[in-house]
């Protein structure tokens, strides 16, 4: 490839990455393609990222490198900053501790078609001794935009928008919802879809993007778990509301499956406390019973999850564990 392909801008937000920054960035710069414009965003980082990401400025590298410092903000208003600076036709999104093969923007920029979206397979690799990484590859080709749309809004479609190559001139106005911490993604590819009328999305099988993903850990903060299933309420209901009225179909689907989503996310959070005082926090918690009433009587709901919904609100600590673990049990009888 020369300059005269067209500029690539890889928009990467960056917080506290010490330990993966340095790999991300490399595997920008080794890309088969060159004529690429790398954005950092140091999202108010307090640990070394600051000084790995400078000294890459000051090396003399086969890419444009640029580099933006803000006080801490998250990684939406982090992206958008990154749109907003980016001057390259397309725009491709990286994560700070994940990487991407060597000719993963090279394919992605030779397969672009009007009208489809170019995406990518991915690897998921675990930062555990257990050898249980796994290459996901999306077999499907939907040509169909309906289709498209109804897989993200009830989750059979990842909306990871790394895979993907944005076209900026038809990214006017999309930006990233800055109040959410989930499906932050999934909201930015719905609105493009809708927006510029794809109806067609294909995925490469040869090129990958390096997902590295870490144990999810004990939750031992009441808080942190109330937020969770606040912020993905809030998610979930941003989803419908973007979805245009006529497409009454479509918003019908939002609404059979928004019961379940919440709940599956709930029992997600819920079933990693270990601790009496959290669990009785948790019950305690006036929004959480707002969001629980509502649940259990959606008429769209699972029975497995209103069981589970009723019980964990209002069962003491020991039955609480006990029916979590005999839970487990049953799904990998599955």
């Known amino acids: 490839m020369n300059r005269k392909e067209p500029k690539i801008s890889v928009i990467m937000p960056v917080y506290n990455a010490e330990k993966t920054i340095e790999r991300a960035i490399l595997s920008i710069i080794n890309q088969t393609y060159n004529n690429i414009e790398l954005i950092l965003i140091n999202d108010g980082s307090t640990d070394g990222t600051e000084n790995i990401m400078k000294s890459y400025l000051e090396k003399e590298n086969k890419i444009d490198i640029k580099y933006y410092f803000q006080k801490n903000s998250g990684p939406s208003i982090a992206k958008n900053l990154g749109i907003d600076m980016a001057t390259g036709e397309y725009i491709l999104f990286v994560d700070s501790d994940d990487t991407i093969s060597e000719?993963?923007?090279?394919?992605?920029?030779?397969?672009?078609?009007?009208?489809?979206?170019?995406?990518?397979?991915?690897?998921?690799?675990?930062?555990?001794?257990?050898?249980?990484?796994?290459?996901?590859?999306?077999?499907?080709?939907?040509?169909?935009?309906?289709?498209?749309?109804?897989?993200?809004?009830?989750?059979?479609?990842?909306?990871?928008?790394?895979?993907?190559?944005?076209?900026?001139?038809?990214?006017?106005?999309?930006?990233?919802?800055?109040?959410?911490?989930?499906?932050?993604?999934?909201?930015?590819?719905?609105?493009?879809?809708?927006?510029?009328?794809?109806?067609?999305?294909?995925?490469?099988?040869?090129?990958?993007?390096?997902?590295?993903?870490?144990?999810?850990?004990?939750?031992?903060?009441?808080?942190?778990?109330?937020?969770?299933?606040?912020s993905f309420t809030n998610s979930i209901r941003k989803i419908e509301n973007i979805i245009p009225k006529e497409e009454k179909e479509l918003k019908e689907i939002c609404k059979k499956n928004r019961a379940n989503r919440i709940s599956k996310l709930i029992e997600n959070n819920v079933s990693k406390i270990k601790e009496r005082k959290i669990l009785k926090e948790y019950q305690k918690s006036e929004e959480i019973k707002q969001i629980i009433k509502e649940l259990i009587e959606d008429c769209n709901i699972k029975s497995g999850y209103k069981l589970y919904l009723k019980f964990t609100m209002n069962s003491p600590y020991i039955l609480f564990l006990a029916y979590v673990k005999i839970r487990e049990i049953l799904k990998k009888m599955k």
């Open 103 to 230: 000719n993963y923007i090279e394919s992605l920029v030779i397969n672009q078609k009007e009208g489809t979206l170019i995406g990518a397979s991915y690897k998921i690799i675990r930062d555990t001794e257990k050898n249980d990484n796994g290459i996901i590859i999306t077999n499907k080709i939907y040509d169909i935009r309906n289709e498209i749309l109804n897989d993200l809004v009830i989750g059979n479609l990842n909306g990871f928008i790394w895979l993907y190559l944005f076209n900026k001139e038809k990214m006017k106005n999309i930006y990233f919802e800055k109040d959410i911490r989930y499906m932050e993604d999934t909201l930015f590819l719905i609105k493009y879809i809708i927006n510029n009328n794809i109806n067609n999305i294909i995925y490469l099988k040869d090129i990958y993007y390096n997902y590295y993903q870490t144990d999810g850990s004990i939750t031992n903060n009441t808080n942190k778990i109330i937020k969770n299933i606040l």
